[in-house]
């Protein structure tokens, strides 16, 4: 708690009042390029804002936790390697880790299907998984909520091959055999499905 | 009414795409489809925030094994940014001193020339090595159609040499730069930057002219990996405008994709 006996802390807070934003108040590219030229502290916030996606997306993908903290943890130091890297002009940074993540989640799927299938099993077993928590994070929170408000609009075919091409790595040709439609309707589907997504969502 | 090109946005976005060729050839669709590139950005950013929906909270030890990687691990300078047109400016400024000196003429010239393609490439980081000109150099030393090549380089040169040339130059759609120099009824395309095709397709030039178009060959084959070139053009009259447009490798009749590039002779 605290009181009048710590005039410090009022102090501080008069301060940021006053417009010097504190670095978990700076925008991703700010954040970034502070990264990019070895902050360590930056890349504590990038960590914090992106940690949990990264996790639960490769998690969604690979299932198995103890493979998936694994990948998690190669995309955050690629995060991290990479930071100079970044172009704004391109998108994101937040479609910068998640297309990173998604990318390395399915490799190791695609790589783990064409190892011994039985090896993969074993180690999954093998695994006491942790049990899972939801991001606690409210920003992230806000943003699950409006996902899947926004989910909840689509159709059921459009949500399902939007869900299996991102979660599911799966080529549009692998969701349209998956769904027994034509090519052209999965096509049709995943892009009228995400337009309206993006729509619902307010994305700019 | 949305063709069949312009409806892959979705899966590109969510990069749905069946392989790396796939992939190529929906960027190149893009890299002509300001509207369809718009469209997938957005797409893409909308995809990313399904993520947050599968969001977890990592463990404490997933959090210490990343900073305690990271404090070993070195980061990655950010990828050198050479822009075409500052090496074609350099280019463009090196040929018309020579002309200016009046004393370039045949193999000197096209020494300096070179050197001049040194200069750019140093100036450019060393990624504009492939500056159309080099090839040109080369060109020159290959065994069948030497002559004809030693004529066309005369011909290029004297173009970009010639200080009344007229120059117009445009970005291009997807990216890079394209150079027109045209002096009487020639004309030199310089080309850098412009983006890589899938196997089987190629950049081919095309004078337009009022009522008709017609094809100015298809540019050397590299071009289609990346790389910056040049390309001689011919018959070109006041008023015409010259085009490049991606084809088939083997070239076609009349242009079948929108071009990538106009330039007013």
Aim: neutral net charge.
């Amino acid at each position: 708690m605290s009181g009048p006996t710590e005039p410090s802390r009022g102090g501080r807070s008069g301060l940021r009042s006053v417009g010097l934003p504190t670095l978990d108040q700076q925008d991703d590219e700010e954040l970034i390029r502070r990264v990019a030229r070895g902050d360590t502290s930056a890349f504590e916030v990038v960590y914090q804002r992106y940690a949990p996606r990264i996790l639960g997306l490769v998690r969604r993908v690979l299932r198995d936790p103890a493979q998936s903290e694994e990948v998690a943890q190669e995309v955050l130091v690629e995060v991290w390697r990479l930071a100079a890297r970044f172009d704004p002009a391109q998108g994101s940074l937040r479609a910068w880790v998640t297309t990173m993540a998604r990318r390395r989640a399915i490799d190791r799927v695609r790589a783990a299907q064409a190892a011994d299938a039985r090896d993969v099993a074993a180690a999954a077993a093998q695994h006491t998984p942790d049990f899972d928590q939801v991001s606690e994070s409210v920003e992230i929170r806000l943003e699950a909520e409006r996902v899947r408000h926004c989910l909840g609009g689509l159709t059921g075919l459009q949500r399902e091959s939007i869900e299996l091409a991102f979660f599911g790595g799966y080529s549009h040709r692998e969701v349209s055999d998956l769904l027994e439609q034509p090519l052209g309707t999965i096509k049709t589907r995943l892009r009228d499905g995400l337009i309206r997504l993006r729509d619902c969502m307010g994305v700019a | 009414m949305v063709d069949e090109d312009h409806v892959m946005t979705g899966v590109y976005a969510l990069d749905a795409v069946q392989d790396d060729l796939e992939r190529r050839t929906v960027a190149l669709h893009l890299a002509g489809c300001a509207h369809c590139r718009e469209e997938a950005r957005s797409l893409r950013e909308t995809a990313a925030m399904l993520a947050a929906d599968a969001a977890l909270t990592p463990p404490a030890s997933l959090h210490d094994r990343v900073f305690e990687q990271i404090a070993r691990t070195p980061q990655e300078p950010p990828l050198p940014v050479i822009h075409p047109a500052v090496a074609e400016l350099s280019l463009a400024r090196n040929a018309r001193h020579d002309s200016g000196r009046g004393t370039g003429r045949g193999a000197g010239r096209a020494t300096r020339w070179v050197a001049a393609a040194a200069a750019v490439v140093i100036l450019g980081g060393g990624g504009l090595a492939a500056y159309g000109v080099v090839q040109l150099d080369r060109a020159r030393q290959a065994q069948d159609q030497a002559s004809r090549l030693q004529s066309q380089t005369d011909r290029v040169l004297a173009i970009l040499g010639d200080p009344a040339a007229r120059r117009a130059t445009v970005t291009a759609t997807g990216g890079g730069t394209a150079t027109l120099y045209t002096s009487g009824s020639q004309a030199v395309l310089l080309a850098a930057g412009l983006p890589r095709l899938p196997n089987g397709r190629a950049y081919q030039l095309w004078v337009v002219r009022p009522n008709q178009v017609v094809s100015a060959g298809l540019a050397p084959s590299t071009a289609a990996g990346g790389q910056a070139w040049n390309q001689l053009v011919t018959g070109v009259g006041r008023g015409d405008a010259v085009a490049i447009s991606v084809e088939p490798s083997t070239g076609s009749a009349q242009p079948t994709t929108t071009p990538v590039a106009v330039l007013k002779a």
